[in-house]
């Protein structure tokens, strides 16, 4: 088994006009990842360090989770390991101020093989202690989302969404299918009334032109834009554009640009055929992230709890880079994040973008180390760094282990969490590339079960759950 160092995180029915819908994900010039989409194992005597933008999407591992329960395998293209593992609530501390805590740990394999884990968080903060917020919702009702757990979902999590807000926060409501439609402009949660009727006037009709809802929310985003408050579009959809400009470039440049005036997105995703690519790159380049719902108990957590408490930020465009000691390394390999790769030089240079990640969130990745004999002394620091989501100053924090400090076994001495994100990681693997380590699905959903009873975490016996249904899948 090759090692592993880990940061960690946090159409259906329908009227005629979408008869010509794409397959998910399908669409003009949208790139196809290949299936076994992989970073390159990275010898230290020609590469020490890795850089990526951090990243807080969770989608791949809840559509992958919707899939399996209805007895279908994800398709290769859709598992990013990193998601899996950001799905898992973490435990490290929270720093004092508005950056971030850099946490360090690690465990031996097998051999020379070792798993190394460095933690990011970002302090939390009270839905009331927050700045006030513009949302802009920008919802899908074309003809494919007529089928159920799509619009129907989405209408009732925006009703409770609009209850959970605090009284200084301003909400617009765009539709589209043919055409973009302003349902509400920006409004005050005083009036409340409206933007609930507003809700109740979604209903299915058209084709789905993603291009112009798109451009119409950030346009009513922009018009009402307040200096002092976080300004943010959401998009719900099922990703399946067919209509307007559906090449891939041009709607990722026109987010972009929006993203560029500080109007950040979130994707959330719908549905059982699901437009994944299209939506996690939106989210990219958007400054946002990607979540996708297919249970009403899930959009409830979501806009209910999740949404409220992190609509604004705590960091601009986070890099994390890792520096790994030749002397100490033979090899490492990033797991995840394919899409989020930078060079060691633009870690510092502030005009690329990176992730944007807000209050109370963790950041998690992978990668496969391979210690060299009688190996001693430092193995890694980890840096990551981050500009003030108002000022744009950059700031920077760090954190480093020595060999000493890896437990001496992977499942005997570590942190029940730590060992959670190997077996999320690991079921990624072998879901995209049916390799996980040396662990087949029967080995990891034992390693899951016993973790679930350990933490008595719900969510952890799901992933229990659902390493086995992968099992009773030819």
Not at 8 to 31: E, F, M, R, V
Not at 247 to 270: F, H, M, N, P, S
Not at 410 to 418: D, E, G, N, Q, Y
């Amino acid at each position: 088994m090759t090692a592993v160092i880990v940061l960690a995180a946090c159409g259906g029915p329908g009227s005629s006009g979408d008869s010509a819908q794409k397959a998910p994900g399908q669409h003009n010039s949208l790139p196809q990842p290949s299936a076994a989409a992989t970073n390159a194992e990275q010898d230290t005597t020609q590469a020490q360090i890795s850089t990526f933008a951090l990243d807080v999407d969770t989608a791949s591992y809840a559509y992958a989770g919707r899939t399996l329960k209805e007895g279908r395998r994800p398709e290769a293209g859709q598992i990013r390991p990193e998601e899996f593992v950001n799905a898992f609530r973490q435990d490290y501390p929270q720093p004092a101020d508005d950056g971030f805590t850099v946490q360090v740990d690690g465990a031996r394999m097998s051999g020379s093989e070792a798993i190394l884990r460095v933690g990011l968080q970002t302090r939390a903060s009270e839905n009331a202690a927050r700045r006030p917020a513009n949302l802009t919702f920008v919802v899908d009702v074309s003809g494919s989302m007529a089928e159920p757990g799509r619009l129907d979902l989405v209408k009732q999590a925006l009703h409770t969404l609009i209850g959970q807000l605090s009284p200084g926060d301003e909400v617009s409501i765009v539709s589209f299918s043919d055409e973009a439609r302003v349902l509400a402009s920006m409004t005050p949660l005083a009036a409340s009334a409206d933007l609930h009727a507003a809700v109740g006037r979604l209903a299915i009709e058209g084709s789905t032109n993603l291009e112009a809802g798109l451009v119409t929310g950030y346009q009513e985003a922009a018009k009402a834009f307040r200096p002092a408050a976080t300004n943010r579009v959401i998009l719900l959809s099922d990703g399946l554009a067919n209509q307007g400009q559906t090449e891939w470039q041009a709607i990722l440049d026109r987010v972009k640009e929006y993203a560029g005036r500080q109007i950040a997105l979130l994707t959330v995703g719908v549905g059982r055929d699901y437009g994944d690519q299209l939506m996690e790159q939106l989210a990219d380049h958007g400054d946002g992230a990607a979540v996708y719902v297919s249970t009403q108990e899930e959009a409830d957590k979501i806009f209910a709890t999740r949404l409220p408490a992190t609509i604004e930020l705590r960091a601009r465009d986070a890099k994390a880079q890792v520096v790994f000691n030749p002397s100490v390394v033979e090899s490492y390999q990033l797991i995840g994040y394919e899409n989020r790769a930078l060079s060691a030089e633009e870690f510092r240079d502030d005009s690329r973008d990176g992730g944007e990640i807000g209050p109370g969130h963790s950041v998690t990745a992978l990668y496969s180390v391979r210690l060299k004999p009688g190996a001693r002394g430092q193995l890694a620091s980890a840096t990551v760094r981050w500009q003030d989501p108002d000022t744009r100053n950059p700031s920077e924090a760090s954190n480093a282990i020595e060999v000493s400090k890896l437990s001496d076994s992977m499942w005997a001495s570590t942190p029940v969490r730590l060992q959670v994100d190997l077996v999320a990681a690991a079921f990624a693997l072998q879901l995209r590339d049916g390799n996980a380590y040396g662990m087949d699905l029967a080995t990891l959903g034992e390693h899951a079960r016993r973790l679930a009873s350990a933490s008595e975490d719900p969510q952890v016996g799901e992933l229990a759950d659902l390493i086995v249904r992968a099992q009773a899948i030819p």
